[in-house]
């Protein structure tokens, strides 16, 4: 059996432009008690393909969501490009790999990669855990931020996920 990428299990095909995802219709969801999610923090874009972006100075942290995580049940494995390596906006820089599928990780700027998060790549269980805090994945020294405007804010992205 081949094992579905990620971004399809969640409604995005590689190669196809981003759109967002369908939220169940009302009418089969009334009457379901909705969990609580916990807040998105602020300080963060957040993209359709499900990785948040955070600017710090001159760097570029990326993880993934909360919303991610859920989707994927247990991170088992994290794969980032190493240090020094260069990328277009939009290419792979990395992947996790669960229970479920393996998800290629996006960065929606061009830049170079300058620290992987060592501390995942030894304990996956961290994504799970602490997705934006010790769950990062890489930082990034961006060439051009330019792309970071299309992402969404945490309470676009809240509303649509969670």
């Known amino acids: 059996m081949i094992p579905h990428r990620f971004h399809e299990v969640l409604g995005k095909r590689s190669g196809q432009p981003e759109t967002p995802n369908r939220l169940p219709d009302a009418r089969l969801t009334a009457g379901i008690?909705?969990?609580s999610t916990p807040t998105l923090p602020n300080d963060r874009v957040y993209s359709t393909s499900h990785e948040w972006h955070?600017?710090?100075g001159d760097t570029l942290t990326l993880g993934l969501t909360r919303f991610a995580v859920d989707q994927l049940t247990d991170v088992t494995f994290v794969q980032m490009k190493s240090p020094g390596h260069k990328f277009?906006?939009?290419d792979s820089i990395g992947e996790v790999?669960?229970?479920k599928t393996t998800s290629d990780i996006y960065c929606a700027c061009p830049g170079e990669v300058v620290a992987v998060n060592s501390a995942v790549v030894e304990d996956p269980s961290l994504v799970?855990?602490?997705p934006y805090?010790?769950?990062?994945l890489v930082k990034i020294r961006p060439s051009d931020t330019s792309g970071l405007s299309?992402?969404?804010d945490a309470q676009?992205?809240?509303k649509q996920y969670s």
């Open 133 to 136: 805090g010790a769950g990062w």
């Open 150 to 152: 299309s992402l969404m």
């Open 156 to 158: 676009t992205y809240g």
């Open 88 to 90: 277009s906006a939009g």
């Open 33 to 35: 008690p909705r969990m």
């Open 54 to 56: 955070k600017v710090e």
């Open 128 to 130: 799970n855990s602490d």
């Open 97 to 99: 790999e669960s229970v």
